[in-house]
């Protein structure tokens, strides 16, 4: 999987209406881990995020991010 093929839209949201901020849980999903892993990223600030009022929303671009990042320490090692 290339990681321009990561899904950041949520699945309720129209085709023609592109997020730009995601839940936790939006992002988890589309990293396909827990809820519980993507708060770990997000404290550890390996994934990107916000909070918006009392609210934590990841950028919908960060989870390509992190993989990327990912990717680009796995092939340097």
Not at 21 to 49: D, H, K, Q
């Amino acid at each position: 999987m290339s990681i321009a093929a990561v899904d950041t839209a949520p699945p309720t949201e129209a085709a023609d209406q592109a997020a730009v901020l995601l839940t936790v849980e939006e992002a988890a999903r589309c990293l396909r881990i827990g809820r519980t892993t993507c708060y770990t990223l997000i404290r550890t600030g390996e994934l990107e995020s916000l909070t918006i009022g009392g609210l934590r929303r990841v950028p919908a671009d960060a989870p390509a991010a992190y993989l990327a990042r990912r990717r680009a320490e796995r092939h340097a090692a």
